[in-house]
C-alpha cells in the first residue's frame, strides 16, 4: 500500500491506503501489528449482528501496517524502510533479546512504535519532528473517495478523528457497545490485545482533570506506556457511502 502512495504525484496517499487506514483508526484497539491479527467481525457470519472473533489479514490490519510503514517512509525517507531490519545478536541467556528491530536513527523497535502511535494523535498539531505524517495523510478531517467500478453516486464520505477510543472487548459484538472514555469521578475498565494500542479518549471536560491508569491481571505482560487523548467525539468519525446523512449522528461517548 505504501507503493500506492510513492507513485502518486508528491507521494500522496492514494484512496485505497486511505480507507484502510480508516478501518484500523475506527477500531485502532483491536488490531495487533506483531500478530497481524484482531478482534474483528467473524467473516463466516451472516447475522445481522455478526459476532466478533480473532481473526488474521483484516482490513485494520492492513490498514495499521500500511500506517506505520507510512510513518517511517514521511519521517526517514527510503533509508528508513531499507534500514528497518532485525538485530540478530545472540539473544542474552537471562532473557530475551529486548531491541529485535532497528530503524533509521538507531531506534529500537519499542520507541519507533511508540512515536508512531503518538503521531496518530500529533501530527499536524506538534511542531515536533518525531510526530509528523505527510500532510496527504488522512488521520483527522472529511474525505471524499471514489469507489472504482461503483459509479459516482456511490463514492464513499468518511469523516476522519483519529484513533477512537477502545471498546468493551468483552461484548461479543463490540461495536455496537459505548466506547471507553475517561469521565471526571469516574473509572472505566478494558481489555487489552497483547501487541495492540488502546487510544484512550477523554470526554470533554472545561477544568481539566487527571487521568490515572493501572494494569492488573497479566503479571507476564506489562505496558510500555499509557496514552491519553484529548477529547472526541465519536459522530465526528464515520464512513458511510453518500450521502454523509447515512452515518449516525447520534453517537455519543
Do not use: W
Request: proline fraction near 7%.
Amino acid at each position: 500500500m505504501l507503493a500506492e502512495d510513492l507513485v502518486q504525484p508528491g507521494n500522496a496517499q492514494s484512496e485505497n491506503s486511505a480507507q484502510l487506514g480508516f478501518d484500523y483508526l475506527y477500531q485502532a484497539g483491536n488490531y495487533s501489528l506483531t500478530s497481524f491479527s484482531g478482534f474483528d467481525v467473524n467473516p463466516l457470519s451472516t447475522a445481522t449482528n455478526p459476532p466478533y472473533i480473532f481473526v488474521h489479514n483484516t482490513a485494520g490490519n492492513y490498514g495499521q501496517a500500511y500506517l506505520f510503514m507510512r510513518y517511517i517512509f514521511d519521517r526517514f525517507g527510503t533509508a528508513g524502510i531499507v534500514r528497518l531490519f532485525a538485530d540478530r545478536t545472540p539473544t542474552p541467556a537471562a532473557g530475551a533479546n529486548v531491541g529485535p528491530v532497528v530503524a533509521a536513527g538507531g531506534e529500537s523497535f519499542a520507541q519507533l512504535y511508540a512515536d508512531f502511535a503518538t503521531a496518530l494523535k500529533a501530527s499536524g498539531i506538534s511542531t515536533d519532528p518525531r510526530y509528523q505524517f505527510n500532510a496527504t495523510v488522512a488521520l483527522r478531517g472529511e474525505h471524499f473517495y471514489h469507489q472504482p467500478g461503483q459509479g459516482g453516486a456511490a463514492n464513499l464520505y468518511a469523516t476522519f478523528n483519529g484513533p477512537r477510543s477502545p471498546e468493551d472487548l468483552t461484548s461479543s459484538t463490540p461495536g455496537t457497545a459505548a466506547r471507553i472514555k475517561f469521565t471526571v469521578g469516574s473509572s472505566a475498565s478494558a481489555l487489552m490485545l497483547q501487541g495492540a494500542t488502546l487510544f484512550f479518549n477523554a470526554a470533554p471536560n472545561a477544568t481539566g482533570a487527571t487521568v490515572r491508569a493501572t494494569v492488573s491481571g497479566a503479571p507476564a505482560l506489562s505496558p510500555q506506556a499509557i496514552l491519553v487523548q484529548g477529547a472526541y467525539t465519536d459522530n465526528g468519525s464515520c464512513a458511510a457511502l453518500q450521502p454523509s446523512s447515512v452515518c449516525n449522528p447520534t453517537l455519543t461517548p
